[in-house]
């Protein structure tokens, strides 16, 4: 079995990718280097200290009127919400509450790291949500239905009398990367899946072990 692709998590990119999004005309203001960090929920919320109610991985979707008019208002906004750990804030400019993003949201968004994106025209945030929560919740049941899958095959090796290398090679190619059992001594009792990279690796691999410990 190689890697569920469907268990691949929803990105802050996918989210941009949705149809309902791309025709409202998104701007990526900030936070450019962090659009594949997974999405893990998706909120709606017009109020200044929506920060306390999220748990982390969220993209945030509002049309400003929690942001605050003022620039110390905006700034502490955004650093809230990447404190909480937000995936992206998402900002329907389209008067509700600004003509343009406030420069105090994207300086702040810059310097959190937080990804910022305003989008030019009303969208409906009904249909985001609604279709990023289906896709989310059948991630996870993909997910569980792979981590189900292979525990039945880990059971079923071991079962049968499979020895340690019949495990890691069975891991190395369920995940699709070279996997390396060592013992209490970091000596190597097991490899499989190995590549170019991981062989070199592999072939001087007490020697790397005996310069760390030297290092500590």
């Known amino acids: 079995m190689q890697r569920t692709e469907g268990c691949a998590?929803?990105?802050?990119?996918?989210?941009?990718?949705?149809?309902?999004?791309?025709?409202a005309g998104p701007t990526v203001a900030c936070g450019e280097q962090s659009l594949d960090r997974p999405v893990r929920w998706v909120h709606v919320s017009e109020i200044p200290d929506i920060a306390r109610f999220l748990a982390g991985g969220e993209v945030v979707l509002t049309a400003g009127l929690g942001i605050g008019p003022t620039e110390r208002e905006q700034t502490d906004y955004v650093a809230s919400l990447a404190r909480a750990g937000v995936a992206a804030l998402i900002v329907e400019i389209a008067g509700r509450a600004f003509e343009q993003l406030p420069a105090a949201v994207v300086r702040a968004g810059r310097e959190t790291g937080l990804p910022v994106i305003s989008v030019a025209r009303?969208?409906?945030?009904?249909?985001?949500?609604?279709?990023?929560?289906?896709?989310?919740?059948?991630e996870r049941v993909d997910l569980l239905e792979a981590v189900e899958e292979l525990s039945h095959r880990f059971s079923n090796l071991v079962a049968n009398d499979g020895d340690y290398p019949a495990v890691v090679g069975m891991l190395a190619g369920t995940m699709g990367v070279p996997v390396v059992l060592e013992n209490a001594a970091r000596q190597v009792r097991a490899y499989a899946g190995g590549d170019a990279w991981s062989d070199d690796l592999l072939s001087s691999w007490d020697r790397s072990e005996e310069r760390r410990v030297g290092k500590e």
């Open 122 to 138: 009303e969208f409906s945030f009904e249909a985001v949500t609604s279709e990023l929560h289906k896709r989310i919740v059948n």
């Open 9 to 23: 998590a929803t990105t802050v990119r996918d989210v941009l990718a949705l149809e309902q999004i791309r025709a």
